[in-house]
């Protein structure tokens, strides 16, 4: 690969005016629906509730201060596999900090850490001198948002996992820990799997666990775990559709939301809904509503709606994802949260060294956004225990 492909070169967000202008506009030409009488969420978001969110995107939602915020932290790209790479990277000021790759989900960007990113680069200046330093790498992944369009088939979770090293070795990272959830949840594991002589600590959320088989692992089970693993049926049975229509049909759902900002954000407001902390009535009540729409207004703006999309075609048709596999051997952290977060310890030890366990009674699928400062003192905890 030449030079030029593998250099780090400089990022800055830019967003044409004709775009906002655009977006503006097919936001207020909405052709909108009437819910059947007596309706709500359980058949999906509801449109007056919509159409206050999209009047806000189309009002008041002031992407170029966004922009600013995100442009305020460093960013670059480099091209892996022939594929652009768009990360923020903030190295600590101290000298014991330890490299920290962090892996977001969806829906997500790398803006969902941007909350994490002073506590844990410099925690002195954050009230907590003695807390554990370091240097962060916050990829967007390959396919969405700055990261994409993929141009290329064959994004899966290894494919990702592999160029993620690759631009941890460029950033002069021998030896780094890595947090994800989400997709991170997938990706961060198999990059430690894959590449375990460079990674010397995984910690997740929202990591996916599955019954062993073995009855006395079932049959010791406590209340909660029984409840968690009721709740992941219910959501496989009523709760997976998404998933399913993105890992068997992307492109026909790209279409729908590629041509339509509000179907773009329907179908992640949901999402926010369902799976932040349940005490919440509504997603903003959990994640700001700024936050939210920073997400769908990257996805949109970057017209990665297909290649998001195709991440699970990928996945699901990775021959190698559910294959039978040793067990991992760096150790590992899991931080449950409340909402959509079903793992397991029992199920988890059999696939993963799991050497850090915590359980939080607030928070849901999205902790960066949702507690940060939980998330944040979990990851500390954890990496705190691990030899450098």
């Known amino acids: 690969m030449s030079s030029e492909n593998t250099a780090i070169r400089p990022f800055t967000i830019d967003i044409a005016q004709t775009d906002l202008d655009d977006l503006r506009t097919r936001l207020t030409r909405t052709r909108w629906i ?3 009488p007596g309706t709500g969420w359980e058949r999906g978001v509801p449109t007056a509730y919509l159409r206050e969110l999209t009047a806000y995107w189309a009002e008041k939602f002031d992407w170029r ?49 941007l909350d994490l990113i002073g506590p844990l680069a410099d925690p002195a200046a954050h009230g907590d001198p003695e807390a554990p330093a370091f240097h962060l790498v916050i990829p967007t992944l390959p396919g969405h948002g700055f990261s994409g369009p993929v141009t290329e088939t064959g994004w899966h979770d290894g494919k990702v996992a592999g160029a993620l090293a690759e631009l941890m070795a460029r950033l002069g990272y021998d030896r780094y820990g890595v947090h994800g959830g989400d997709h991170g949840a997938f990706v961060a594991p198999r990059l430690a799997r894959e590449h375990a002589d460079h990674v010397l600590g995984v910690h997740v959320n929202a990591l ?181």
């Open 65 to 113: 201060a966004i922009e600013s915020r995100l442009n305020a932290q460093p960013q670059f790209t480099t091209v892996v596999d022939d594929q652009r790479l768009h990360f923020l990277h903030v190295r600590s000021t101290r000298q014991d900090a330890t490299p920290l790759l962090l892996v977001h989900g969806w829906p997500g960007t790398a803006a969902d850490f």
């Open 208 to 388: 996916v666990t599955f019954p062993t088989g073995d009855p006395a692992d079932m049959a010791a089970l406590t209340d909660a775990e029984r409840r968690r693993l009721a709740a992941m049926k219910d959501f496989q049975d009523n709760g997976s559709a998404y998933m399913q229509l993105a890992g068997s049909r992307p492109h026909t759902l790209a279409q729908l939301l590629v041509d339509s900002p509000v179907a773009q954000l329907a179908w992640i407001v949901e999402k926010y809904r369902e799976w932040t902390d349940a005490t919440h009535e509504l997603p903003e009540q959990a994640i700001d509503l700024d936050q939210i729409l920073t997400t769908v207004t990257i996805y949109w703006l970057t017209d990665t709606a297909r290649s998001v999309a195709d991440y699970y075609y990928e996945r699901f048709h990775d021959r190698t994802m559910f294959a039978p596999k040793p067990k991992g051997t760096v150790p590992t952290g899991v931080a449950v949260f409340t909402t959509a977060d079903f793992a397991i310890r029992a199920f988890a030890e059999k696939a993963h060294n799991i050497t850090h366990w915590s359980e939080f009674y607030s928070g849901g699928h999205f902790p960066a956004l949702e507690v940060p400062d939980l998330l944040v003192g979990d990851i500390r905890e954890f990496f705190a225990t691990l030899e450098h």
């Open 34 to 36: 009437d819910d059947a």
